[in-house]
């Protein structure tokens, strides 16, 4: 039986059998506030290349009835698992009609059904992708069987109802499942994926304008729920909206595709956004409550940018099967931090250097573990696309972008993407589409390119080779690279690429590290040599993949790392300092550079740090690096000073500065003696303050958090907080904080309120969330231990039983990752074996593994740096 799968080779007949003209979806949602099911009522036109049989897609309690052709078909004898048979179909021409009562879900996947506890209001969204359009409708649910849709629904009269296209007038309801209903009929979209389709519906708050350009307006909306409207932001949310407008016309030339382009923020969404056509939903986390820093503002920017993107390449033009997944992710994320980068007026010129401190550390790290895999991934199934939303899809794809720009140079990269979109308009493509493109507008050949960097796995070294004259000249500089080994499991051969680099030479000034040389070239095979450097004066510091222009782990001669060691925070552009940062880190996740040399190296250079975003991933790297990289025999020392780092930087900080609140949340992370325990009970209740520090909402549950896990706040002091805060991200932090108090008591209840639920009483995916990032506290290793047990006993049993969203969130949330010893690793091989999980799940349990024994070897490293020392 197929479950809720589909193949990739189901879906290519399927493709070759059908085309998809148009869809009408009447939906009765008059009684969501109640929730439980609701009436589906789908006609699907389609024509059939020649008579024989298929199926059509949908998830659903009940089928009351299904029509082809005129003829009814039997439920009970067609509709089964996640599929209703279509067992005659005509030559040509065929019409089906399925009537079925769907149900609403609370796991973000299909229509999502939440109560917001301030106003007791129902709110709905849906996210299809990647197969949960057919959770609210029946469909051909894959990409490549696009078609116009319809919608027509039944709602509360006084809620908003958002499409793809344009809201119509609503008309009263003649009839409905509630008494106050209303209609709305929308408007046939252009053709479109199953995936992008959208429906929003509720008492949102709505704030309108418009985008002017090109002999054309555009209406902008901006929705979320009342209860966060005072905190909605619109014109700075307009004026990025706007930005990407501007840009992406002039790059892309081709009008912007749809009829309107609103943006809702909903509550318990499970990812960043998603691109639905006009209609993006974005996670109202995004929806700032309480102060934030302004890397905050900039990864909300490249969010709404990169959906904007997607309008273009994704919604416009889409893949044909879910193989090219990467290119739809990795365009829409190169495209939005260049626009960042580049655009005039932007906020955040300085886009790039987030990028390669952030993004490119997460594709760094995924491409170390065993499941690593060509960027073109190959997808045989929906259970394979589900897990595969990864730093290759995302990071890695972009950064070979950025790559590729280098490559064939910025005007023919975009000329090229414009004939991609006059070419294939409305349509679906393969990846040798775009690439034809480009070999056109650039005049070089990609193919060898494409094979080298998008079909093969894995990652290379880039390391110099110097040498000196007599007189402080370098007489010759070379660069060498590696295709270290694949981690074991992962299937392919290591590959030497080529890439595209630049090195920049530094010197020390006056206490400041400067570009004063600069060559760009192409590196390719094991070793090549750079004449171009040879006779000048050996620098500072020497930097391979200056301006990150390529896709590589980047290492530093010795006598650059000892500049480096001492002088990091002395570079006066942001992005060397993000490289070297970056490079750093990534040593010691290698165990080349120990736990507690990195933290020295941070502790030297971070004061001197400007960039903001770079300060905060620092606090979450030294954090991560003391819990599970430190030799345990010193990891309370290391911690001990990390916490005292932080309230010095806390106390010295500017008050009211983006620095000063960055560190007040790592001292919350990680304050461990009673003097800092103190400080954060006062901030709390008011009894201590600091010059400029705002202790509002959000800063208030972080502490309390910190005070909760160490034991110093209880039930009475989290109740008292969620009074304070009667919202879903106070019950949220609520549900997190009672998890992660350091009693036996605390940790089962965490446990069963996960794992083993109550019927009735299962939690929605964003309270799961919480509960998970509660429970899991790394110094709380002793308390934790017996449930690594306990987790290989339950986890088959989840995952066959929950939909895929929440049972990821626990097969990765619940691995003991903080039992960083030999018995773990064994633990999981063992049940690797005896389980014989599905391909999806393996891979998430054995990613997991392989950061357990990272961890065990850098703790070595630790340990060995300990006695030599």
């Not at 209703?84 to 609403?104: F, K, Q, S």
């Not at 909402?697 to 034991?711: D, F, I, Q, V």
Request: some cysteine; hydrophobic content about 45%.
């Amino acid at each position: 039986m197929p479950g809720t799968n589909l193949t990739r080779d189901e879906a290519r007949q399927r493709a070759l059998l059908l085309s998809v003209d148009a869809y009408e979806i009447a939906l009765d949602l008059s009684g969501a506030q109640a929730g439980g099911t609701f009436r589906s009522d789908t006609t699907v036109r389609f024509t059939a290349r020649a008579a024989g049989e298929s199926f059509v897609d949908l998830i659903a309690p009940t089928v009351r009835s299904v029509e082809l052709n005129g003829e009814a078909l039997d439920p009970a004898e067609v509709f089964a698992d996640s599929r209703i048979a279509l067992p005659r179909l005509a030559e040509g021409a065929n019409e089906l009609r399925v009537v079925a009562d769907c149900a609403y879900t609370t796991t973000g996947e299909g229509l999502h059904r939440f109560v917001d506890p301030v106003d007791q209001q129902a709110y709905l969204y849906t996210q299809f992708e990647v197969p949960d359009a057919r959770r609210v409708f029946a469909c051909f649910e894959q990409p490549d069987l696009k078609a116009t849709f319809r919608f027509t629904v039944t709602a509360p009269e006084s809620w908003t109802v958002v499409s793809n296209s344009p809201t119509p007038e609503p008309e009263p309801a003649a009839e409905a499942a509630e008494a106050g209903a209303a209609v709305w009929r929308f408007a046939p979209t252009p053709r479109l994926s199953t995936y992008v389709t959208a429906l929003i519906v509720g008492p949102y708050h709505a704030v309108t304008s418009s985008w002017e350009g090109e002999g054309r307006s555009v209406p902008l909306g901006l929705y979320c729920r009342p209860s966060l409207a005072e905190h909605l932001d619109a014109d700075a949310l307009f004026e990025v909206t706007r930005q990407g407008f501007d840009w992406f016309q002039e790059k892309f030339d081709h009008p912007y595709p749809f009829a309107k382009y609103d943006q809702l923020f909903v509550p318990e969404f499970n990812a960043g956004a998603m691109e639905n056509a006009g209609a993006v939903t974005i996670r109202d986390q995004y929806v700032f409550r309480s102060k934030v820093t302004d890397a905050a503002y900039e990864m909300r920017a490249e969010t709404i940018l990169h959906e904007l993107a997607h309008m273009w390449f994704g919604d416009l033009v889409t893949m044909e099967w879910w193989n090219d997944l990467w290119l739809n992710e990795s365009f829409a994320t190169y495209t939005s931090i260049a626009c960042q980068a580049h655009s005039p007026g932007s906020r955040w010129p300085h886009a790039w250097t987030s990028f390669a401190n952030q993004m490119k550390t997460w594709a760094y790290r995924q491409d170390q573990l065993p499941s690593t895999h060509p960027i073109m991934a190959e997808i045989r199934d929906l259970d394979d696309v589900l897990v595969n939303f990864d730093g290759i899809t995302y990071a890695k794809g972009a950064s070979v972008l950025k790559q590729l720009v280098a490559y064939v140079g910025q005007d023919a990269f975009f000329s090229g993407v414009q004939a991609y979109f006059k070419r294939h308009a409305w349509g679906n493509t393969r990846l040798t589409d775009l690439l034809t493109a480009l070999e056109e507008t650039s005049g070089r050949d990609l193919k060898a390119w494409s094979q080298a960097w998008l079909e093969t796995a894995g990652i290379n070294v880039l390391r110099p080779e110097i040498t000196t004259a007599e007189d402080g000249t370098i007489a010759s500089f070379a660069i060498r690279q590696e295709a270290p080994e694949l981690p074991a499991g992962a299937t392919g051969e290591p590959t030497l690429r080529p890439h595209r680099v630049a090195v920049g030479l530094y010197e020390l000034k006056d206490g400041a590290l400067t570009r004063t040389e600069r060559v760009e070239l192409d590196v390719d095979g094991e070793l090549t040599e750079v004449p171009g450097l040879a006779g000048l004066p050996r620098p500072a510091v020497i930097l391979l993949n200056d301006d990150d222009l390529s896709y590589a782990k980047v290492r530093l001669d010795a006598e650059s790392l000892a500049v480096v060691t001492r002088h990091l925070g002395d570079f006066t552009q942001s992005l060397p300092r993000a490289l070297c940062w970056a490079s750093a880190w990534d040593m010691t996740r290698d165990g080349e550079l120990a736990t507690r040399d990195y933290l020295q190296l941070v502790l030297s250079g971070i004061g001197r740090e400007s960039d903001i975003g770079v300060v905060q991933s620092l606090h979450r790297q030294v954090k991560l690096a003391l819990d599970l990289y430190a030799d345990p025999a010193w990891r309370e020392t290391g911690l001990a000073r990390w916490s005292e780092a932080c309230l010095e930087h806390l106390r010295s900080a500017a008050p009211g500065s983006d620095h000063q609140l960055a560190w007040a949340r790592a001292l919350a992370a990680t304050a461990r003696t009673d003097a800092q325990l103190d400080l954060l009970a006062g901030l709390l209740d008011g009894g201590e303050t600091l010059e400029g520090l705002a202790v509002d909402t959000e800063l208030r549950w972080a502490l309390l958090h910190r005070l909760a896990a160490t034991g110093r706040a209880g039930e009475e002091a989290i109740a008292a907080e969620l009074e304070r805060d009667p919202t879903a991200a106070g019950e949220r932090h609520a549900a997190s904080a009672r998890a992660a108090r350091p009693t036996p008591e605390a940790k089962a209840a965490a446990w069963e309120a996960v794992v083993a639920p109550k019927p009735g009483e299962e939690l929605p995916n964003a309270v799961q969330e919480s509960v998970i990032a509660g429970f899991v506290q790394t110094d709380q290793r002793e308390l934790l231990a017996p449930y690594t047990e306990r987790y290989f006993e339950v986890l088959k049993g989840v995952w066959d039983a929950r939909s895929h969203e929440m049972a990821q969130q626990i097969a990765v949330g619940l691995y003991p990752v903080v039992q960083v010893e030999a018995a773990t690793l064994e633990a999981t091989d063992a049940w690797l074996t005896a389980a014989e999980p599905t391909p999806a799940l393996r891979r998430l349990v054995t990613e997991s593994r392989a950061g357990v024994e990272r961890a065990l070897k850098a703790q070595a490293a630790d340990a060995a740096a300990d006695t030599a020392a």
